[in-house]
Nanobody, 126 residues
């Protein structure tokens, strides 16, 4: 599975962004809807951290501190997962990564996802 993120940008504090992640070359015999999809982020000098996971049926889980401002969604027909980020803060500055795994289990760990995109940069600054 190839994952390609887009939508990262420089945005002012308080602004919003929507990130997208398109999956291609889905495993033979499977479909995008078979995959658990997640967003992680990594700030300079810090470890990669969990943001949100969404299952095929829309069930999701978030890093608790981000839940009020971030929304994860997916469009299985378009092989795409989204991350809507509102009320952005400078501490949200990071490279945001899309991840996927062929599982029906809700996962949150970095090491629990097999497929990763290259990341998209989000910078929140005035």
């Amino acid at each position: 599975v190839q994952l390609v993120e887009s939508g990262g940008a420089l945005v002012q504090p308080g602004g919003s962004l929507r990130l997208s992640c398109v999956a291609s070359e889905v495993a033979s015999g499977g479909t995008f809807s078979d995959y658990s999809m997640a967003w992680f982020r990594q700030a300079p000098g810090k470890e990669r951290e969990f943001v949100a996971t969404i299952m095929s049926d829309g069930r999701n889980t978030y890093e608790e501190s981000l839940k009020s401002r971030f929304t994860v969604s997916r469009d299985n027909a378009k092989n795409t997962v989204y991350l809507q980020m509102n009320s952005l803060k400078p501490e949200d500055t990071a490279t945001y990564y899309c991840a996927g795994d062929l599982t029906r289990t809700m996962r949150r760990g970095v090491h629990e996802f097999e497929y990763w995109g290259q990341g998209t940069q989000v910078t929140v600054s005035s």
